[in-house]
């Protein structure tokens, strides 16, 4: 179960000025749509927000996928990294695409992106953010301290942000298996993002190492696999299945 206290209007609403002002405070930097980094990102990310529809069996609802407009742009960067903002507007640096080498692992990085729509974790984190300003706010009022920052921080924000990484990661591996693109491919992408990058205790970080997020989602891979050979399966087998 999510608590969301925002309409999927007013996110999408949210999400439209906030693209707006990342892409207007990266001036000079956003690839034009046509650049072939660009458009590799944009056909692949739309391919991967197509199978949306098929995730009628997810475990959560997807009313607020309806309407959404989705947007892909590439900021020269050298930073290791993607976002998705609300309404399903998507961010990738250059930097990132530096070190991946196939569509594959581009489409996992991607599908974990669209996978935080599904999921609704900006809207949560939003509304979260709301309860726990509130929670603060009251133990200032009866304590005169902001008491209960780091406990919150520690105990409930960073955990929660963890666990919202876990579940991105996994609705993406489903999402790439179902738009064709290889799931085995996947895990090892964490592996590759993680390298390189300051290594930060677990208790303390956003998401979960890349360790933990490469065996999570080799875990995963029996009903990914089951899911890509049953919709795609091989060149070879759409080969031979034409003479049965």
Request: aromatic share 8%; proline share 5%.
């Amino acid at each position: 179960r999510h608590f969301i206290l925002l309409s999927p209007e007013y996110e999408r609403k949210l999400g439209s000025q906030m693209y707006k002002q990342v892409l207007g405070s990266s001036l000079g930097r956003v690839l034009p749509q046509d650049h072939p980094l660009t458009r590799t990102v944009k056909r692949i990310g739309k391919r991967i927000a197509g199978e949306t529809e098929s995730l009628e069996d997810w475990g959560g609802k997807l009313d607020h996928m309806n309407k959404l407009r989705w947007e892909f742009s590439v900021i020269d960067s050298p930073e290791v990294n993607a976002f998705v903002l609300p309404g399903g507007k998507v961010c990738v640096y250059t930097g990132l695409l530096r070190i991946l080498q196939t569509d594959e692992e581009l489409a996992m990085v991607l599908a974990h992106e669209v996978g935080h729509i599904v999921a609704r974790h900006n809207a949560e984190k939003m509304s979260t953010g709301m309860a726990m300003t509130a929670v603060r706010v009251a133990a200032i009022g009866m304590l005169g301290t902001d008491i209960a920052a780091s406990p919150l921080l520690l105990g409930f924000e960073l955990p929660f942000s963890r666990e919202c990484e876990r579940e991105a990661d996994a609705i993406g591996l489903q999402l790439m298996a179902k738009a064709c693109f290889d799931p085995s491919q996947g895990p090892d992408v964490f592996r590759k993002i993680s390298k390189g990058q300051p290594r930060v205790p677990t208790y303390l970080s956003t998401h979960p190492s890349g360790k933990e997020r490469v065996a999570n989602l080799k875990q995963q891979l029996d009903e990914a696999m089951y899911q890509y050979d049953a919709k795609c399966g091989t060149m070879s087998d759409k080969f031979f299945s034409s003479f049965r």
